[in-house]
Structures are given as structure tokens and as C-alpha cells.
């Protein structure tokens, strides 16, 4: 579930990256872009963006930030499905204890069954 939410986020912050890279909605990433520097460029009588990265962007600095991120990122997933399943296993026991069940036990009207009589 986490990772289909993941994937879903970055299909949509793709596809908004990509709109506001387009000339034809003035090219907004011109002013939300950090570390590369964009500019919208007349070429044959069409606008076109142009791109420059910064140097610290570019080079060993933007990887090792690229890189802390990712690792910031997996952190925070591990630590999000483990309180998940904390939440969950909390959960399933306060229904079992409410119904008078043990964690594994199977439902009343099911043990009440002799699985001999059913055959």
C-alpha cells in the first residue's frame, strides 16, 4: 500500500513537472526551480526552455544531497509501516479481547462445530 502511494505521488509530481515545463503555460518552473537555472529561449520563431545546472547541483554536492534524501526517505517508510503495524496488531487485540477471543482462536459459532458431524 505504501509503495503503490509512493508511485502514484511521483506519477503525479511527473506529470506536473512536465506541465509546467511546457512554453504554452509560460513555463513556470522557471521560478520554482532550485539548482538549475531556466530560460525561455526564441529558436526559428519558437520559444524554447533552456536549462543550466548550478555547480554544486551538478557535481559530487547535489549527488551526496540526492543521496541523504534517499536514505531520509527509506528511514521514514520503515518507521511509517512499523507504526502501521503496530496500529494493526493493537488493533486485531482489542477486538479479540473485546469479543472474548484469543489472538488466533477461531470465531465462537465456528467452535461450537464438531468438524466429525460435518463429514
Do not use: N
Not at 90 to 113: I, L, M, N, T, V
Amino acid at each position: 500500500l505504501i509503495a503503490s502511494g509512493m508511485m502514484a505521488g511521483a506519477a503525479i509530481f511527473g506529470i506536473l513537472t512536465a506541465v509546467s515545463r511546457l512554453p504554452a503555460v509560460g513555463a513556470v518552473i522557471r521560478y520554482i526551480s532550485v539548482g538549475v537555472d531556466f530560460s525561455l529561449k526564441e529558436v526559428h520563431g519558437q520559444d524554447v526552455l533552456k536549462h543550466k545546472a548550478q555547480v554544486w547541483y551538478a557535481g559530487s554536492t547535489g549527488r551526496t544531497i540526492g543521496f541523504v534524501m534517499l536514505i531520509a526517505l527509506a528511514v521514514a517508510c520503515f518507521l511509517l509501516a512499523r507504526l502501521g503495524a503496530k496500529w494493526m496488531l493493537a488493533e486485531s487485540r482489542r477486538a479479540a479481547a473485546d469479543s472474548g477471543e484469543g489472538p488466533g482462536d477461531a470465531p465462537k459459532d465456528e467452535k461450537a462445530k464438531d468438524p466429525k458431524d460435518e463429514g
